[in-house]
């Protein structure tokens, strides 16, 4: 099928559909059969997002929760047709989730979005993803079957209190159901134009009377994106991936579980490099990028009648990386204790104490150099939080977290929460934080060399006179003499249920950031470079290149603390319930970031600017799910990202589309439209990494769905 007739086939079914449905009398609208839809908002709430746990580390209801938190449940991942966990995160307001090729995604929010988006901590059922390498999330590995998610929970906004260092601007924490809530057999299978195929298979079971398990198979190849003039980018992108999990009850009231997968796969990126032998810059295209990996995790957790309990986990997580950059070999140990206590009636005292141990080997290093391929690094936490119930509509939460790295030694952060619960259903809250984000190896040890190419809004005159960014290079050395970056955050939110069918949130920040890294000017030129002044600014020639206008230069500049900056905005998210049988959620975020350099340097300026113009200043959604006769199932999405000024990506409005057929109670048909706005378009790109962007396109594909 060509992708020109994709809209028109999607338009098609959609008429189809409600011409068939015009036919019924308005009572066979009262049968529509999924059990979401038929229960009110409030029951929603209630019952699909009410414990959330990220926020305070204890089951409370979302209405009562003090910071910016949002849920997205399993039936939103599957009623929206996303195929992948970046995909799901587009639904969260003020989250900015831009594609850099096939299996590359730039996720933050609050600003600072990048590949490289550095103050978002991302845990996968208390496991953390974050990358100590480059202190960011590899996206292309973090997946599961996505019908076992039971809900994902986001907050905007700092959690470093509980969660630790790196949950600066956000934590985005994936939960996967209970063994015992996925019994039987599940099979996802389909195809089509970006999903070329996919399948999936779990089936879960018991374990004497007190246990469960389940164990899946998943696997995916996803066609490449395309070039901007439409040929194909052949970043092509497919992973094979197994895992099981155990839980289990006891009568003393203790539950343990196990949980372990393994995957691997392969990726094609596109790069876009110097080769300093032939001094010129090549693209590599079609050369495949092997990754593979596994974690293994268990929790223990025993409970008391008295209201206490005390926990432990710990886990092993294991990852391969051979790019043509550089191969990584990364081992985590992570282990943790934690308490809770009621000692006063009004108190309620959760305590945990943490290790963790990560061993490093990089090797085949091209344009990447580090000083040792071997390293150690070890992390001591402890952490405490008392949330004290001051009348039955007052609360406030106090909580604080003491951390020792191997970067920059000890570091404490601090949190205070205030609730007031007007009524039931109407609550106010405010909370002011510290978080800092440590430096990673990348910032400290690691030399870049010939992936950084100036563009034109990067260099001054007289070298801009003649510039030609295949000669103009930039060189990135790390620091070791870096500090902590530094946020001091106010945060004021509201949430109210109208009538039982309508939910406002709406949430005002205000953020000061200190000691934000940046590249600055460095002294003398890299192995392979000699100094030149024949152009009136200092610079470094690279060896071998002509002695004129055509020389090939290279820039040397290391990583300092060099800016400041403030970033604040409002974030609104309305949930309405129409009848039994539609329901609408619509979300809004505005956006304004102010960057300040220390002093009046050439670069550090160019970072300010870098700051302020990497995210975009407005974003919005808009979700409807309607349940119609016949078991007829109807979803769209509508959502808007503004320019993102620094990776010259104009404001676009993108549309998703499902229809969904259900024949019985166990099988599924759908068909799900992507990007149906555009036939393809480019969502970021970037200078510092030597990916090179693709575009997004318009596409499609069909899917099974069977229980038994």
């Known amino acids: 099928m060509k992708p020109s007739n994709h809209s028109l086939l999607l338009a098609g079914i959609f008429s189809s559909l409600i011409a068939s449905v015009s036919l019924k009398a308005d009572s066979d609208l009262e049968i529509a059969e999924d059990a979401l839809l038929d229960l009110s908002l409030e029951e929603l709430i209630s019952l699909d997002v009410p414990d959330v746990t990220s926020v305070s580390k204890r089951k409370q209801r979302l209405m009562d929760s003090p910071a910016a938190v949002f849920v997205i449940t ?246 391969e990386n051979y790019d043509y950059r550089v191969t990584e070999k990364r081992d985590i140990g992570d282990l943790e204790f934690q308490h809770q206590i009621l000692p006063w009636k009004n108190h309620d005292i959760i305590w945990g104490l943490g290790y963790r141990l990560t061993k490093y080997n990089l090797s085949n290093m091209n344009n990447i150099t580090l000083p040792e391929s071997n390293r150690t690094d070890e992390l001591y936490s402890a952490f405490i939080q008392d949330h004290i119930t001051i009348t039955p509509d007052w609360s406030v939460s106090l909580s604080s977290r003491l951390e020792h790295n191997d970067f920059t030694g000890y570091e404490i952060q601090p949190n205070a929460k205030l609730t007031w619960k007007v009524a039931e259903n109407r609550t106010f809250w405010g909370s002011v934080s510290r978080a800092v984000k440590t430096p990673s190896i990348s910032e400290t040890s690691v030399i870049t060399r010939g992936m950084n190419f100036l563009t034109e809004d990067m260099i001054q005159p007289p070298l801009s006179n003649d510039l030609d960014s295949q000669k103009y290079l930039m060189s990135i050395s790390g620091n070791e003499d870096l500090d902590s970056e530094e946020l001091m955050t106010f945060e004021l939110g509201y949430r109210e249920l109208f009538n039982k069918k309508f939910r406002l949130d709406v949430t005002a920040f205000y953020n000061q950031y200190k000691d934000i890294i940046a590249y600055v000017g460095a002294n003398g030129c890299l192995e392979g470079t000699t100094p030149d002044f024949s152009t009136g600014f200092p610079l470094c020639k690279v060896d071998g290149s002509p002695n004129s206008q055509d020389l090939i230069a290279e820039f040397p500049t290391k990583l300092a603390n060099g800016l400041n900056a403030k970033t604040y905005g409002l974030e609104v998210v309305a949930d309405w319930q129409v009848n039994d049988w539609w329901k609408l959620q619509a979300n809004f975020s505005a956006l304004q970031v102010d960057a300040e350099a220390y002093e009046n340097e050439l670069y550090l300026k160019e970072n300010e600017i870098l700051i302020e113009e990497l995210s975009a200043s407005n974003t919005a959604n808009i979700r409807s799910s309607m349940n119609l006769p016949n078991q007829w199932y109807l979803d769209f999405w509508v959502r808007y990202m503004d320019n993102l000024k620094n990776a010259k990506v104009g404001a676009y409005t993108a549309l998703d589309f499902r229809v969904a057929k259900k024949i019985g109670k166990d099988l599924e048909l759908s068909l799900t439209g992507k990007n149906l706005f555009d036939k393809q378009r480019l969502e970021f790109s970037e200078i510092f990494s030597g990916l090179d962007a693709t575009e997004v396109q318009e596409s499609w594909y069909l899917q099974l769905r069977w229980q038994h």
């Open 74 to 319: 399993n039936e939103d991942i599957q009623r929206s047709g996303v195929t992948s966990i970046p995909e799901a995160l587009r639904m969260v307001p003020g989250m900015q989730v831009a594609r850099l090729n096939s299996n590359t995604w730039s996720i933050s929010t609050r600003g600072f979005n990048y590949i490289f988006a550095n103050k978002l901590l991302v845990l996968i059922d208390g496991r953390t993803v974050y990358s100590p390498l480059f202190s960011g999330v590899n996206w292309d590995v973090q997946d599961t079957m996505l019908e076992d998610i039971a809900r994902i929970e986001v907050i905007r906004g700092p959690g470093a209190a509980l969660w630790g260092a790196n949950a600066v601007n956000g934590v985005i924490n994936i939960i996967t159901k209970h063994a015992a809530d996925t019994q039987g057999g599940l099979l996802s299978t389909g195809f089509g134009s970006e999903e070329k195929a996919f399948a999936a298979y779990r089936y879960g079971g018991t374990l004497g009377d007190d246990g469960y398990y389940r164990a899946f198979y998943k696997t995916f190849t996803r066609n490449g994106l395309t070039n901007s003039d439409g040929t194909d980018a052949n970043d092509d992108w497919k992973i094979n991936r197994a895992g099981l999990r155990a839980d289990w009850r006891t009568e003393t009231g203790a539950e343990a579980s196990i949980q372990s997968e393994v995957y691997d796969g392969t990726t094609r990126p596109p790069l876009k490099l110097f080769d300093y032998g032939n001094n010129e810059r090549h693209t590599i295209v079609d050369l495949n990028r092997d990754q593979q990996g596994g974690h293994l995790t268990g929790n223990y957790k025993q409970y008391y009648s008295d209201g206490s309990n005390f926990s432990f986990k710990g886990y092993y997580d294991r990852y």
